[in-house]
C-alpha cells in the first residue's frame, strides 16, 4: 500500500512567514482544528483504492507541572469490501497527550506521551475492534525560516477487545517537511 500527501496551503494572514511555519507545527501552543484527507491508491493484494478523512483537534493544556497538548483524531474512513462494494463510516479514534519538553531552543519543539485507541467504528471493517495503549513522540524544527522538518513516531498493542480479531502492535513513523514558498505560501509533504 501506498499513501503520500503533497499539500499546497496557505495560511491567513498570508504575509507573516512565522505563522506558515507555526501552523504546521504539531506542537504548537495554540489551539486547532484541522481537516485532513488521505486517498490511497494500489492496496496491497488489491486493485481497489481507499479514503480516509481526518478530523483533528489539538489542545494545549498544563498538567503535572508542565505544558502538554492533547490531539484527537475522529476519521471517517471508506475501504473496499468483498463483491466491490466500498464501506465508509466512523473509524477507531484516537487521542495522544504530549509532555512539551524544553529544548533550550524555542525553533525546537519536542513531546512525548501516552496514546489511546478506542473501538469506535461504525462497522467492523472499518476498525480493529480493539482498545489499545500506546506512546505517541514528535519532533519539529523550525530553526530555519524557509524549511521547517520533523517527525511523528507512535506505537501501540491492544490491551481489550474483541477476542476474534487479530491483536493490535503497530509502530508507525511519519517525517514530514515544508517549504516555505513566501507569503504564507507553502508546500508540504507528510508521507507514513
Known sequence: ???AILVLGTVLP???QDSAAQANNPLASTTALN????YTGDLTGSDRDANQFFLRYAQPFEAFGGNWIARLTVPVNTFPQAGGDDETGLGDINLFAA??????NPAVSFGFGPQVTVPSATDNALGSEKWSLGFANVLFNASN???QWGYLL???MSVAGND??????????QPFAFYQLGEGWYLRSAAV
Not at 99 to 104: A, I, K, P, R, V
Not at 164 to 173: C, G, P, Q, Y
Request: aromatic fraction near 16%; hydrophobic fraction near 45%; charged fraction near 15%.
Open 14 to 16: 498570508s504575509h507573516a
Open 35 to 38: 481537516f485532513q484527507n488521505q
Open 99 to 104: 509532555y512539551l519538553f524544553d529544548t533550550g
Open 164 to 173: 476474534d480479531r487479530a491483536d493490535v502492535n503497530i509502530a508507525a513513523l
Open 154 to 156: 507512535t506505537w501501540q
Open 1 to 3: 500500500m501506498t499513501a
Open 145 to 147: 525560516p524557509k524549511f
